[in-house]
């Protein structure tokens, strides 16, 4: 049987497994993401991963016979958005969907002048405001569009993710009330998801029901400032957009009216009683379920026929041995310096040592996960002290790692290159190779 049939078994065994994960995990970080477009005036294509969407496509004769089995390529918010209206709606609509559009379509009109002003506290030459507007430095705007999602993914815990993004702000210099907000905003959301039953939120055996006869209903939520409030709410879009004493800092938030249990910030969608910035979240989680049976085929991808026959011929295990190649000599290197060096150590920190210098390569180069982008941007002294506290926390020595990364700095940077070069260059190869076939 071949490595494909048995991922495509892997695959149907897993399905409804990874359907549910897509579910409740697709809508609580996509939600995250409406809370932050509003909060910080930010473009949805900039949001990771409210922004990631495939399309799937078969191969050409020739680019088959080099190997491409599937054709996977990234597409962009507003075609997404064109898409979502044009199959869901039957409503033609320009491929943009920026922060305009996003208030246009989702909030309602009364609304809408209280979401504009929010933009202009950031610089836009020749309409922002002297004196009243600031400019986002590239690390804190990652941190907000990408990272402190990846973080909270990576760290699903209050006190663990409390103490990633408290060091992130402290290396980077983004500002408390920044940090404050996001983190209070995802500790709100991740809480109604468990807590209370949200319909068109929540899945079905997760949340727990409301008290009878309220037309409210709290959550427990810990903040940043370990402080631990009962926050009621009518309508989930008061802890989502609104705000909320306590857990919104100044600045954030949208000021909701009293009364709000019978008014709703957001446009219903035509004929659907769901928001729309929902139902569009609802079609994208759908569209990733979709996908997945692709997984198989996508793992055997850019390998011939007679390179699945014969490992020997095969490019791509090639491939695969040479970075596993450079991995080996890494953590044959980390174990001469404990040796020479005389340092007892039992395996277990011995291996973390090895981790920690693998993620000093792996960290700048990762190609294939969202949220890593800030790690590019971060100068080398910075993610260096950012790279010595995250491993000290695990309990390493902050000497050794000093004297680790002075070592290997050199060896760090060269792999850096060569191991993102050699990820890349098969990819080129046989798309070139196919297009000489034509």
């Not at 006869?213 to 370990?226: I, L």
């Not at 050199?410 to 798309?431: D, P």
Request: hydrophobic share 40%.
């Amino acid at each position: 049987m071949s490595a494909v049939d048995v991922n495509m078994q892997r695959v149907y065994d897993t399905e409804d497994l990874f359907g549910y994960d897509a579910t409740l995990y697709g809508q609580l970080f996509m939600n995250f993401n409406v809370s932050t477009i509003l909060d910080f005036a930010m473009n949805p294509y900039e949001l990771e991963p409210f922004n990631i969407d495939f399309e799937v496509e078969l191969p050409t004769v020739e680019e088959w016979l080099q190997g491409i089995k599937i054709k996977i390529k990234k597409i962009d918010m507003g075609k997404q958005w064109q898409l979502f209206n044009k199959e869901v709606y039957g409503i033609d609509v320009p491929p943009i969907f920026d922060y305009d559009t996003f208030v246009k379509e989702c909030i309602k009109p009364e609304y809408q002048p209280q979401a504009l002003m929010q933009k202009y506290k950031k610089l836009i030459v020749g309409e922002s405001f002297f004196g009243l507007a600031f400019v986002d430095p590239v690390l804190i705007r990652e941190f907000i569009r990408s990272t402190s999602f990846r973080l909270f993914l990576n760290r699903m815990d209050y006190e663990r993710y409390k103490r990633i993004v408290d060091d992130f702000a402290k290396k980077t210099g983004i500002d408390r009330s920044i940090v404050e907000g996001i983190f209070n905003r995802i500790m709100s959301q991740m809480n109604i998801i468990f807590q209370n039953l949200v319909l068109g939120f929540n899945i079905l055996g997760v949340s727990r029901l409301s008290p009878k006869a309220s037309p409210e209903t709290k959550v427990r939520v810990p903040t940043y400032r370990r402080i631990v409030y009962d926050v009621k709410y009518h309508k989930l879009s008061e802890p989502q957009i609104g705000f909320i004493l306590g857990l919104t800092p100044l600045g954030q938030g949208l000021l909701l009216p009293k009364g709000f249990y019978y008014r709703i910030p957001f446009h219903y969608s035509p004929e659907y009683w769901t928001p729309k910035f929902l139902h569009f979240v609802h079609w994208k989680i759908q569209r990733l379920k979709s996908r997945y049976r692709h997984t198989a085929i996508a793992f055997a991808n850019y390998q011939r026929v007679e390179e699945m026959m014969d490992f020997h011929k095969n490019e791509r295990a090639d491939q695969w041995f040479t970075l596993y190649g450079y991995r080996e000599h890494i953590e044959h290197l980390v174990d001469t310096y404990f040796d020479r060096k005389g340092i007892v150590i039992d395996n277990f920190k011995r291996n973390l040592y090895k981790r920690a210098i693998l993620m000093l390569i792996g960290y700048k180069k990762k190609r294939h996960h969202w949220g890593y982008e800030i790690f590019n941007y971060m100068d080398e002294e910075t993610f260096k002290e950012w790279w010595i506290t995250y491993w000290t926390r695990q309990g390493l020595d902050e000497t050794i790692l000093r004297d680790l990364y002075q070592r290997f700095e050199r060896v760090v940077k060269i792999a850096r290159e060569q191991t993102k070069e050699i990820g890349e260059r098969l990819k080129k190869i046989r798309y070139r190779l196919a297009s000489y076939m034509k």
